[in-house]
C-alpha cells in the first residue's frame, strides 16, 4: 500500500520510487534512493537535504516481506553444491556464481515449477555448460517490490539445489582408434590430433592409444582391458552401418551396458555411448574430424561429470540438435544442443 508519510515516520519503511538528487557544484544528477530502498535513521538528514518533507512509501503488510529478503532467501535455496551468491542483492536480484571449474547441472522440471509459482524468477546458463570458477550460472529476480511470503515459501520448498556445478576433474582415458584402412597404413589417422586437445580442456588425457583392424574381437577385448584401467574409453571408426562397421557390436561384446546408439543431432548422428561398470564407453563417429562442434561437445561434459546418459536424455536433444553451420563457429555460445 502507497501513503504519503512524514520523512521522520518512514524509517523501516520502502520507497516506492527513485528519489534523484541534483547537485550543481558536483556536476551531478542521479538517483540518490532508488525504489525499494528500506529507509534507515541515517537516511533522514540526506532526505531532509533533498528538500523532502514527506515521501511516499510502500508498508509491508502482514505475510508480504521486502524484494530483497525475498531474493536472499531465495538464491539460498537454490543453491547446491560449488556455488556462492552475491554478498547482498540489489533491486531484488541476486546472482549465483560457480565456485569451481565444473559443468552446470540444473533441475530443469524443478526449475519449471519453481518459475511457475508467480513473484519469483530464476534464470540460468543451460544445463552442460561448462564454466570456470567465478562465472555467473543463475540469477534470481523477485518480480516486485513485496512478494507475498507464501510464494516465497513455496518457491523455497520447490527449489531446493536447483543450481549446481559439478566440478571436473582430472582422468584418463583409453583411445582405441578402429579401421583396416588406418590399421594396414594407407589412411593416416586424424583422430588422435582432433580429440587429444578437445580431452585436455576438460581435463582428460589420453594414457594409452591403440590402432586396431576391423575385428570384432580384437576391438572387444581393448575396450574391455581399457575399462578396467581408465576412467573413460574413447573409441573412433566404424560406427555407421556399413557391414563392416563394427565397433557397436563390438562394445556390446565387451559387456557395455545401457547402450544408445545414433542421437537425434547433426553433426554427430551416430554417436554411440554406453557403460561397462559405470565406465563411460564413447563411440565418436567420423562428423567429429570435420566441424569444430558435434554431439559429442555436447554430451561429454556432462559424461565427464556423472551424469548416465539415457535414451530418453538423447531424444529431447532432437530439439535444438541441428547445427546452423555458421560461417564462423560460436560453440558453445549458440543454441546447438541446448
Known amino acids: 500500500m502507497k501513503r504519503l508519510v512524514k520523512v521522520e515516520?518512514?524509517?523501516?519503511?520502502?520507497?516506492?520510487h527513485d528519489i534523484t538528487e541534483v547537485d550543481l557544484e558536483r556536476n551531478f544528477k542521479g538517483v540518490a534512493f532508488k525504489k525499494g530502498h528500506v529507509i534507515t535513521p541515517e537516511d533522514i538528514p540526506k532526505l531532509k537535504a533533498l528538500g523532502k518533507e514527506h515521501i511516499y512509501v510502500l508498508e509491508i503488510g502482514e505475510g508480504h516481506i521486502h524484494e530483497d529478503e525475498a531474493a536472499v532467501r531465495l538464491a539460498e535455496a537454490l543453491m547446491g553444491e560449488n556455488t556462492y551468491r552475491d554478498q547482498?542483492?540489489?533491486e531484488g536480484k541476486i546472482n549465483i556464481y560457480s565456485s569451481v571449474f565444473g559443468v552446470v547441472h540444473i533441475d530443469t522440471e524443478r526449475l519449471f515449477k519453481f518459475n511457475s509459482i508467480g513473484e519469483p524468477s530464476c534464470a540460468t546458463v543451460h544445463h552442460g555448460t561448462v564454466v570456470k570458477e567465478g562465472d555467473r550460472v543463475a540469477s534470481v529476480r523477485i518480480i516486485s517490490l513485496i512478494a507475498?511470503?507464501?510464494?516465497i515459501e513455496e518457491a523455497e520448498k520447490v527449489g531446493q539445489s536447483i543450481v549446481n556445478v559439478r566440478p571436473l576433474a582430472p582422468k584418463k582415458a583409453g583411445l582405441i582408434i578402429t579401421g583396416n584402412e588406418i590399421y594396414h597404413g594407407k589412411v593416416k589417422d586424424r583422430f588422435y590430433e582432433k580429440l587429444r586437445p578437445k580431452l585436455k580442456e576438460l581435463l582428460v588425457?589420453?594414457?594409452?592409444?591403440?590402432?586396431?583392424p576391423d575385428n570384432t574381437e580384437a576391438i572387444a577385448e581393448k575396450i574391455a582391458e581399457f575399462a578396467t584401467k581408465y576412467h573413460l574409453v574413447i573409441l573412433t571408426?566404424?560406427?555407421?552401418?556399413?557391414?563392416?562397421d563394427v565397433t557397436p557390436a563390438a562394445m556390446r561384446m565387451a559387456g557395455a551396458q545401457d547402450m544408445v546408439r545414433g542421437v537425434p543431432m547433426q553433426p554427430g548422428n551416430m554417436l554411440t555411448i554406453g557403460y561397462i561398470d559405470d565406465k563411460p564407453v564413447v563411440a565418436v563417429p567420423a562428423a567429429a574430424?570435420?566441424?569444430?562442434?558435434?554431439?559429442?561437445?555436447?554430451w561429454l561434459p556432462l559424461i565427464l561429470t556423472g551424469?548416465?546418459?539415457?535414451?530418453?536424455?538423447?531424444?529431447?536433444k532432437g530439439h535444438g540438435g541441428l547445427c546452423l553451420r555458421c560461417q564462423?563457429?560460436?560453440?558453445?555460445?549458440?543454441?546447438?544442443?541446448r
Open 88 to 90: 547482498e542483492p540489489a
Open 237 to 244: 571408426g566404424g560406427t555407421s552401418v556399413d557391414p563392416d
Open 289 to 298: 574430424l570435420f566441424f569444430r562442434a558435434t554431439s559429442l561437445d555436447v
Open 9 to 16: 515516520e518512514a524509517v523501516g519503511k520502502v520507497i516506492c
Open 328 to 337: 564462423h563457429c560460436h560453440y558453445p555460445i549458440c543454441p546447438f544442443g
Open 307 to 316: 551424469e548416465k546418459i539415457t535414451r530418453e536424455k538423447v531424444a529431447a
Open 148 to 151: 507475498p511470503e507464501k510464494e
Open 205 to 212: 588425457e589420453i594414457e594409452e592409444k591403440v590402432i586396431l
